[in-house]
């Protein structure tokens, strides 16, 4: 089904179940979650396997804010 949904759709890279296990991370980590709960969330058991996202990260931290950006 999910091939299905993949060719339907026009994309030509390899798509599998741990393709969306990337996604998510990356858009997690894009998004200003912390790398330590995005590793926790994922499962990995060392920080070093879950900064491996980062280099694929179109905003690398975007949404970071400083409290003095605050009030």
């Known amino acids: 089904m999910l091939q299905r949904a993949v060719r339907l759709s026009g ?3 390899h798509v599998g179940c741990h393709t969306f296990l990337h996604c998510f991370t990356t858009h997690l980590l894009e998004s200003g979650v912390d790398i330590r709960t995005v590793q926790e969330s994922i499962g990995h058991k060392d920080v070093k396997t879950t900064m491996i996202y980062t280099h694929v990260m179109q905003k690398p931290g975007i949404d970071i804010r ?3 950006d605050e009030g």
């Open 11 to 13: 994309i030509l890279k």
């Open 66 to 68: 400083s409290p003095l």
